[in-house]
């Protein structure tokens, strides 16, 4: 039936990584069944085929903290000031595989994201002390260009807009499905682009 493994990280991100995984958060809020990481490749982090070949790859950063120790806590995906990404989480490995979903993670994943150097801890739930990875980001990830970001975020608040300004009208689990952090941190952008909007369309 497979046994728990556990997944423990705070990372820097890169501002590609953010961008794309609060896309991918909000596409799997409104689908569940979506696999978060399949979403991710699509739109634009090379997740390698080795990782997604895995039943449960998508229960990274979403999966239930089953069996680890309770300093653990629960599952947690917050996104902290921004750009800190906080995950606990735990899923069953199913199927053969040569090395655990969660060390691969950590050995070909991670990387990909985070703008500087991380710890990450995995730990089967039957081992005693977790083992600790030191996760150090590849290159090719980050995003130099200030205003490639800025257009991309840009690019974020159209998609956002019409929930935000009808979040006093949601019901508790659509709000549920829209995190915190993710909603104060566009809403500023919303905001600036339908000031925008509005100049623009008197100037009409």
């Not at 655990?100 to 005693?128: G, R």
């Not at 150090?136 to 205003?147: I, L, Y």
Request: charged share 30%; proline share 5%; glycine share 6%.
């Amino acid at each position: 039936m497979g046994d728990y493994t556990g997944l423990r990280f705070k990372a820097r991100l890169t501002e590609k990584a953010l961008v794309i995984l609060l896309r991918a958060t909000w596409r799997y809020a409104d689908d569940p069944n979506t696999n978060f990481w399949k979403v991710v490749a699509t739109l634009g982090i090379e997740i390698p085929e080795e990782f997604l070949s895995y039943e449960r790859s998508g229960f990274i950063p979403f999966g239930s903290v089953c069996y680890m120790p309770g300093d653990w806590g629960e599952n947690k995906r917050d996104f902290g000031d921004g750009q800190t990404w906080d995950v606990v989480c735990s899923a069953k490995d199913v199927g053969y595989h040569s090395k655990s979903m969660m060390e691969l993670f950590c050995e070909k994943v991670l990387p990909l994201l985070i703008a500087e150097p991380c710890t990450a801890e995995v730990l089967y739930e039957h081992w005693k002390e977790p083992k600790k990875y030191r996760v150090c980001p590849v290159n090719d990830s980050v995003f130099k260009d200030p205003e490639v970001v800025t257009a991309i975020l840009r690019q974020l608040v159209y998609s956002w807009t019409d929930i935000f300004f009808r979040w006093e009208f949601l019901g508790a689990e659509e709000k549920a499905a829209i995190p915190k952090d993710v909603h104060e941190k566009l809403l500023p952008l919303i905001l600036a682009q339908r000031e925008t909007d509005r100049k623009d369309s008197k100037e009409e």
